[in-house]
């Protein structure tokens, strides 16, 4: 039969695991946050693409809203020509329909130029794109891995806490109780090892009657600095 002492080194090896596989679980939603923000820049340069190709767009109708208005300028002087008597109406107004000519060459320049553009960056988006979906690929694995393995702690924790259930039950309660005190008070170890004379949590010198105590057979004794139980490992 194994002394308090030594049941509640158990349940505080059961209480360590616990602590540190939850702490894990309570983890991996933040890391699960930085895989998924690698795709945040991936997608904020293809927005970026979107937005300049919609942009480019509406250059380009812009452009061909100006050839149309040139070509009705054509018409209307087309028409003109028609009503002139003189030879010099005429070729004045053959001579604005040539300068009217050149600005719609102009403006077809420029469309097509737009329109290249436009291709160059739907070629741009087409190879981000990619990008996104492989990376996408990596990160949807990584976290599938991961809420793997959060439902795994979950369950180990589980088993450990019935572990503990049934540990505790065997333990004095006035040492449990203690024990539980510390540990909450803590946050670390409730019991600790004396090491040549010093508490093996805060690593003050112990005076030697509570060192004396400590090596007694289940007997309680704590740190007079930190609180802590202690134990004598022979
Ligand atoms: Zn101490």
Redesign the pocket.
């Known amino acids: 039969m194994s002394t308090n002492l030594e049941k509640l080194l158990t349940v505080q090896d059961r209480d360590r695991k616990i602590r540190r596989l939850t702490r894990e679980v309570t983890d991996i939603p933040a890391r699960k946050q930085r895989i998924e923000s690698r795709l945040e820049e991936h997608r904020r340069v293809l927005n970026q693409i979107h937005e300049e190709i919609k942009k480019k767009n509406l250059q380009a109708k812009e452009i061909e809203a100006e050839v149309a208005a040139a070509r009705e300028k054509i018409n209307k002087l087309r028409n003109q020509q028609f009503e002139v008597k003189s030879n010099d109406d005429y070729r004045s107004l053959e001579k604005q329909i040539a300068g009217v000519n050149g600005e719609i060459s102009e403006f077809e320049d420029r469309e097509l130029n737009v329109m290249e553009e436009i291709e160059e960056l739907k070629k741009t988006a087409v190879l981000h794109e990619a990008e996104l979906n492989k990376e996408q690929d990596m990160v949807s694995k990584e976290i599938e891995s991961l809420d793997q393995r959060a439902k795994n702690l979950e369950s180990e924790v589980e088993v450990l806490k019935k572990e503990r259930e049934s540990l505790v039950a065997d333990v004095n309660p006035d040492w449990l109780s203690r024990y539980e005190r510390i540990l909450n008070h803590t946050g670390d170890y409730a019991l ?1 090892r004396i090491d040549t004379g010093v ?1 093996g ?4 010198k112990l005076p030697p009657q509570v060192t004396h105590d400590a090596r007694k057979a289940d007997t309680m004794s704590l ?6 139980m202690l134990y004598y490992h022979g």
Do not use: A, D, P
Request: net charge positive; hydrophobic share 15%; charged share 10%.
């Open positions: 600790v508490c949590g805060c690593h003050m740190c007079n600095y930190c609180g802590r």
